[in-house]
C-alpha cells in the first residue's frame, strides 16, 4: 500500500469520455489498495476562452477578478471527476483550493504555494476516500481564490504530494514520457526511464514543455519522486499498475540514477535573439547599466558573453532575450544609451540555443569539445557558448536547429538503445 | 442616497456585450449616488450545460458535486462583471457565496438561505465599491458550496436586498414588468404598476414564470420592495434612473398600493391532469391513505375536490397532478388500493388551470360568479373549483385555455387603460 498523487492535464479531461478514461486510471490504483489524491487542470481550450473573457471585459485587469474567473475551469472538472469516481464505484469528493486550504501568496495571477494542509485529505484516506483536487489555485491571504499561473497543476500536484508526503507524483501527460531530444526533430530519440531533478529543471527551461519548470523546483526541493506517464495509454493494458517500474519516465534524485549516462538530452529553444553593444567603456558598473533597466522592464536576458578589449579600454557585451522582446530590449538601451556609453547597438533575430544536457558531464571531461567539433564538422557556425555544471548551451543560426539537434543526439550516442 | 441590490438573470449575462450593457445599468445607479450591490446568474444555457454533464458523468448524482460544478457559471459572470464595471471607471469586487458568506442549509441542489453576514458588503459600500454576488448559492455547514436550486438568484437578490436592508431590490429581465395576463395569448394585457407581493405570489406559483416563487415569499416576509424590470432597455433613456417610479412593475406591500382593482391578473398553467377515485369508503383516514403516498413519492397534488355521498357511506374524490406525474401517480395509488378501498380509478389529461388573482376580492362579493358566468356563456365547461381569499382556479379541457384566460381578462375589465 502506497500513497500516490495523480495529476491530469487539460487533454485528459477534454470531454466526458477522456474523464471516464482517467476514472479507470484512478480505479486501477485504488484497486492496488493505494490511497489516491487526484489533480486536474481544467478542460483543455477551457482556461483559453475564459482568459480571452477576462481581457475582453477589461484590457488592464483585476489579477483577482481574473483569478475568480478563471479558476472555475478547475472547479467543473473536479466535480465530474468525482462524479464518474462515485458512478464506477469509488468512493471520492472534489476540493477547491480554498477548502483544503492551499495557502498562497498574494500574487494574483502568478501566486506561490506557502503552506498546504493535508491533515484532512490524509483522514479521508483512512476511510477509503480519494481526494479530487482543482489544480492551478490557492486561497489567498486576503480570502480569494489566487491561481499559479498557466501550467500551475503540475505544481499544485507535486506541492499536494510533499504536503500528505505521497510516495509518487505520476503527472498524466499527452506524451508518454521524457526523451532524450524532441521526437519531431529526432525519430531515434528514446524515452528516458529516469532523469535526474536538475537535468529536468534544465531540460524543461530549455525548451521540453513536458512539465512546468516550477513543478520541478519544488519536486527536486522536497524529494518529490515524481513520474511522467500517458493518460491515453489503456488503463488496464499490461504493467500500467506497476508500482515500481510503470510504463514513463521517472524524475528523481541523481543518488536514485545508478548508470548514469554523460548525457542525457539535448534540449532546444527557438526564437532567440542577440544584441550586441559594442565598443563599451570597460568600466566598473557598465553591466549594471545594461541589465538593470532591461530586468525593470521584465525581459529575461540570457547567455551573456563579454569580450575583454585588448587595451583595457573598450570592450563588447552580446547577450540573448526572446525574439519577441527585442524591439522592447532596444528600445530600453537606446533610452539608457548615455548611461551605458556604447558606440553602437546591433541585433540578429531567428537564432537557436541548442543545449546539451547531463550530469554526468560534471565527472567527464572533453563533452564540450565534442559538441564544438560535430557541429563544425557539419559547418555549423557557433555565435555564443554557455555553460553550467550538468549542461552546455550552444547559440547558433535557427535554419541549422534540426541538423544541430540531431548531430549532437547522435555524437553522444543518445539514438543507441 | 439608498441602498439598491441588482440582479440579472442568464439572458442578461449571456455575452461580454450584455455583460457590458449591465455595467451601464449599475454604473447609472452608481453615479445617481446609491450603494449598489449586484447578483448575477450564469451565461444564460451555460448551466444546462453543467447540469448535462453531471448528469452524464453519474446519473444518480451526488448533490454536493453537482453543486460545485453547476455553481462555477455565477462564479465566471461574477467576476467579469466586476472587471466590466472596472473597466468603466467603478470600483467593484466579486464575491462568492462562500466568501460573504451566505450560509444555508444542507439541502445540495436545493438549499435555503439561512443566514447572510452583510456587514463587510456594507463597510466597503461606505468607500465606494459595488458588490457583485455570484447568484444561486451559498456555503453549506459541510463547508461545500450549496445551491439554492434554479431560478435560485431571485432568492439570492431578495435575500441579500434583506440582509443589508437594502430599500430596493430590482429583478432585471427580459420581460419589462409584469402583466395583467400573459400577453402572447392576449395581447391586450397591460404592465402593472404594482402588485402586491400575496398576488405575486399566486401570479408566480399558477404559471407567470416572471420570478422564483420563493423569492417572492422571502420578499413579503421581510417585505423587500421588488421591481421587475428589462436589462434589454437602454441603461441611459430617460425614467430608467427615476428612483421612485422607474419603469416596470412594484411588488410590494399591499398597503402601498392605494387604489386597489379587484382583479389584478390572470394566470394559467398548463399540463394539469385529473384523477379521480370513486366510490371510497367515506370514513376517517381515507385521505391521508391517498394522499400520504402521493407526497412521500414526491408528487404535487393540486385542485382536490370530495362529493360527500348521499347516504354518507361512499364518496367520490378527485384531485389534479401535473400531467407528466399522471402514471406514477395511478401506480402509487393502485398500489395502495386494498389500504385506500376505492372503486374504480378514472384519468383526464390535457386540462389548464385557469385563475383569477386580486386581493381586491376579499372585500368584492360576485366575483367568482362572474367567472362562471362568463366562462358558461363561451360554452366552456368547468371541471373543478377551488378558492382562496385573493383567487379563484377553475379547471377546464386545455383546448379552451386561450379563449378562458381572454375572456375572463375581458370581464374584470383588465383591458381596459
Known amino acids: 500500500m502506497a500513497r500516490i498523487v495523480m495529476k491530469f492535464g487539460g487533454t485528459s479531461v477534454a470531454d466526458m469520455d477522456r474523464i471516464r478514461n482517467v ?136 506541492a499536494i504530494a510533499a504536503a500528505i508526503k505521497a510516495d509518487r507524483c505520476d503527472i498524466y ?26 537535468e529536468m529543471l534544465e531540460m524543461a527551461s530549455l525548451g521540453a514543455k513536458v512539465l512546468q519548470v516550477r513543478s520541478v523546483e519544488l519536486a527536486m526541493v522536497f524529494k518529490v519522486r515524481t513520474f511522467v506517464r500517458s493518460s491515453f495509454d489503456d488503463p488496464d493494458a499490461p504493467g500500467m ?46 553591466s549594471a547599466a545594461i541589465f538593470g533597466p532591461l530586468a525593470e522592464s521584465h525581459i529575461n536576458v540570457d547567455m551573456i558573453v563579454q569580450n575583454i578589449s585588448e587595451d583595457g579600454s573598450k570592450t563588447d557585451m552580446t547577450f540573448t532575450v526572446p525574439s519577441t522582446d527585442v524591439d522592447k530590449a532596444l528600445k530600453v538601451l537606446n533610452d539608457s544609451k548615455d548611461k551605458i556609453g556604447f558606440d553602437v547597438i546591433q541585433n540578429e533575430s531567428g537564432l537557436v540555443k541548442v543545449s546539451v544536457i547531463g550530469i554526468g558531464m560534471r565527472s567527464h571531461a572533453g563533452v564540450a569539445a565534442s559538441a564544438f567539433r560535430a557541429l563544425a564538422e557539419k559547418g555549423i557556425n557557433i555565435k555564443a557558448i554557455t555553460t553550467s555544471e550538468i549542461k552546455i548551451s550552444i547559440l547558433i543560426d535557427g535554419a541549422y536547429a534540426e541538423l544541430a539537434v540531431r548531430t549532437l543526439h547522435s555524437v553522444y550516442g543518445l539514438d543507441k538503445s
Open 241 to 286: 499498475g506497476d508500482f515500481l517500474n510503470p510504463p514513463g519516465t521517472l524524475i528523481c534524485d541523481e543518488e536514485e540514477i545508478l548508470e548514469q549516462e554523460v548525457v542525457t538530452g539535448i534540449a532546444y529553444a527557438k526564437d532567440e535573439a542577440q544584441i550586441s553593444l559594442r565598443r563599451l567603456a570597460d568600466r566598473p558598473g557598465v
Open 23 to 158: 476514472a479507470r486510471h484512478v480505479k486501477r490504483e485504488v484497486d492496488a489498495g493505494h490511497e489516491v489524491a487526484v489533480v486536474v487542470s481544467a478542460m483543455s481550450g477551457k482556461t483559453n476562452e475564459l482568459v480571452a473573457w477576462t481581457r475582453d471585459a477589461s484590457p488592464m485587469h483585476d489579477a483577482r477578478e481574473y483569478d475568480a474567473v478563471v479558476a472555475s475551469g478547475e472547479q467543473v472538472t473536479s466535480g465530474l471527476l468525482a462524479l464518474a469516481l462515485q458512478n464506477i464505484g469509488i468512493n471520492a469528493r472534489s476540493w477547491q483550493g480554498w477548502q483544503i486550504p492551499i495557502k498562497t501568496d498574494n500574487a494574483h495571477g502568478a501566486a506561490r504555494i506557502l503552506e498546504i494542509d493535508g491533515s484532512e485529505l490524509i483522514r479521508r484516506f483512512g476511510e477509503g476516500q480519494v481526494a479530487v483536487i482543482a489544480g492551478f489555485q490557492g486561497l489567498g491571504p486576503d480570502n480569494r481564490i489566487a491561481t499559479l499561473g498557466r501550467g500551475g497543476s503540475d505544481t499544485s500536484a507535486v
Open 173 to 198: 501527460t499527452d506524451v508518454d514520457g521524457v526523451y532524450t531530444t524532441d521526437p519531431r526533430i529526432e525519430p531515434k530519440a528514446k524515452r528516458l526511464k529516469k532523469i535526474a531533478f536538475e
